[in-house]
């Protein structure tokens, strides 16, 4: 059964960081690109990041671009999203999925991000 | 950025009758491999997305055969021959063939008339 475990979220200060993980079962998760998809509370979803499988190419939505950072290591089957300088808008249930026909197939239960004073 | 159009974004639905979600977006989406990357999500109360439909009309593993997607270019459908009380939640559907970045609709909120 594939499953996807998201960890790491919590409150943060603006201009704080956090790091997310994401740790994947029942696949094999080298094989496989990933993505970080965000959604506010009561809001949309939008997409974050995605990274492909064996993480030497990276792609990021312009609104956390050159503050967040996608990785993953293969060897322990995780995933990470690095977020740096972080706003209020920035306050949303962030969902790691594995990408399969070009597209999200499965997603994690999500993880918390507030960002507040 | 393609933008995906959703409508409606409110469909209250009666038990047992069919309902259709309409999906528009700014870009044809035939990729040059010659796929069409639209993909319709449904997300319960609570819970995470879970992916329904991929290149248009593909059910995924495990999604009842009440639901289908159909069209082509720019105009896409998801259809529920016979809504169900499990069907309650909202809808959304996502392009995947121009990107960075992925992008998807404002999502449709199914309820029960």
């Known amino acids: 059964e594939v499953q996807l475990v998201e960890s790491g979220g919590g409150l943060v200060q603006p201009g704080g960081s956090l790091r997310l993980s994401c740790a994947a079962s029942?696949?094999?998760?080298?094989?496989?690109?990933m993505h970080w998809v965000r959604q506010a509370p009561g809001k949309g979803l939008v997409w974050v990041s995605r990274i492909n499988s064996d993480g030497s190419s990276t792609s990021y939505a312009d609104s956390v671009k050159g503050r967040f950072t996608i990785s993953r290591d293969n060897a322990k089957n995780t995933l990470y999203l690095q977020m740096n300088s972080l706003r209020a808008e920035d306050t949303a249930v962030y969902y790691c999925a594995r990408q399969s026909s070009a597209a999200p197939d499965y997603w994690g239960q999500g993880t918390l991000v507030t960002v507040s004073s | 950025d393609v933008v995906m159009t959703q409508s409606p974004l409110s469909l209250p639905v009666t038990l047992g009758q069919p309902a259709s979600i309409s999906c528009t977006s700014t870009?044809?989406?035939?990729?040059?491999?010659?796929?069409?990357?639209l993909n319709w999500f449904q997300q319960r109360p609570g819970q995470s997305p879970r992916r329904l439909i991929y290149k248009v009309s593909n059910r995924d593993s495990g999604v009842p055969d009440r639901f289908s997607g159909s069209g082509s270019g720019t105009d896409f459908t998801l259809k529920i021959s016979r809504v169900e009380a499990e069907d309650v939640g909202v809808y959304y559907c996502?392009?995947?063939?121009?990107?960075?970045?992925?992008?998807f609709g404002q999502g449709t909120r199914l309820e029960i008339k």
């Open positions: 870009q044809s989406l035939v990729h040059s491999d010659g796929n069409t990357y």
């Open positions: 996502m392009q995947g063939t121009h990107w960075p970045p992925i992008t």
């Open positions: 029942g696949f094999t998760f080298s094989n496989y690109w």
